[in-house]
C-alpha cells in the first residue's frame, strides 16, 4: 500500500492567493483527517470524515478555509485568501472508521508569504 | 475538555542512555493513550498505545503503561540509540470518541 498521499510537499505563495492542498487516504479508510503543525501551537485537528461526511469541523481557524471530500478517495483542504500566519504543515491522516490508529501522510509545508 | 502535557523539549541524550519523557492527561471517562513518533520530513507514526487503565504498550524497545491514579502515559526506553533521535507525541482519544488529541512534542536527539 503506497500509505497516505499529500501534494503538493511544498507549496510557497503570497498572500492574498488561492492555495489547495490535496489527500488520498489509504485504501479502504473510512475516515479522513486534516491537521495543522506549527511551533507555537503544535498539532492542531482542523476537520475530520467519515464515510466522506464532514463530522467535526470546529477546528477550522475561519471562514477562509474550507475542506471536502467528493469521494473515499480524495480530499482537498482550500485557503481563500491566505495569509502569512497560515504558514505550517498540514498534514492529512486516514483510518478504519472507528480504529483509531491514524496514518499520516508526509504533509505539505506551506509558507505564505 | 480533553488535554494532553509533555515534557519539555529538546532532549538530548547519548546513546545507550536510559530515555524517559514525561506526559500527563486530563480527560473524562477512560479515555486510550497513545505514543507517535516523527522522524525528520516525514508524518507521524503510531508507536505504541494502551486502552485501559494498568495496560503497558510496548514497541521497538520503547514502554508505556496507563497510570490511572497518576493521569500518567510516559515512555521509556532503556537505551536508546541515534536513529531514535525524532519527535515524541502522546496522544489521548476521549471514550468513545474518534478524534485525537495531542500534545506538543518533544523533540529527542541521541548522540553517538
Known amino acids: 500500500d503506497a500509505g497516505v498521499i499529500q501534494s503538493p510537499r511544498h507549496e510557497v505563495t503570497e498572500m492574498g492567493q488561492e492555495v489547495t492542498l490535496r489527500c488520498k487516504p489509504i485504501?479502504?479508510?473510512?475516515?479522513l483527517f486534516w491537521y495543522r503543525q506549527t511551533m507555537m501551537r503544535g498539532l492542531e485537528l482542523l476537520i475530520y470524515f467519515n464515510n466522506n461526511v464532514p463530522i467535526d469541523d470546529s477546528g477550522m481557524p475561519e471562514d477562509r478555509f474550507s475542506a471536502k471530500m467528493p469521494n473515499a478517495s480524495f480530499s482537498t483542504l482550500k485557503i481563500q485568501p491566505s495569509e502569512p500566519r497560515d504558514s505550517a504543515v498540514y498534514f492529512c491522516?486516514?483510518?478504519?472508521?472507528?480504529?483509531?490508529?491514524?496514518?499520516f501522510g508526509s504533509g505539505t509545508q506551506l509558507s505564505v508569504l | 475538555g480533553n488535554s494532553v502535557t509533555q515534557m519539555e523539549g529538546p532532549v538530548t541524550l547519548s546513546e545507550e542512555a536510559f530515555l524517559t519523557i514525561n506526559c500527563t492527561y486530563t480527560a473524562t471517562g477512560y479515555p486510550s493513550l497513545f505514543w507517535y513518533v516523527q522522524y525528520p520530513g516525514e508524518g507521524l507514526q503510531l508507536l505504541l498505545k494502551?486502552?485501559?487503565?494498568?495496560d503497558k504498550g510496548s514497541n521497538k524497545g520503547f514502554e508505556a503503561t496507563y497510570r490511572k491514579e497518576t493521569t500518567s502515559f510516559h515512555l521509556e526506553k532503556g537505551s536508546v540509540q541515534v536513529s531514535d533521535s525524532a519527535v515524541y507525541f502522546c496522544a489521548l482519544s476521549g471514550q468513545g470518541a474518534q478524534k485525537l488529541v495531542f500534545g506538543q512534542g518533544t523533540r529527542l536527539t541521541i548522540n553517538p
Open positions: 485504501s479502504g479508510h473510512n475516515s
Open positions: 494502551a486502552t485501559k487503565a494498568d
Open positions: 491522516a486516514s483510518s478504519l472508521a472507528r480504529n483509531e490508529k491514524l496514518f
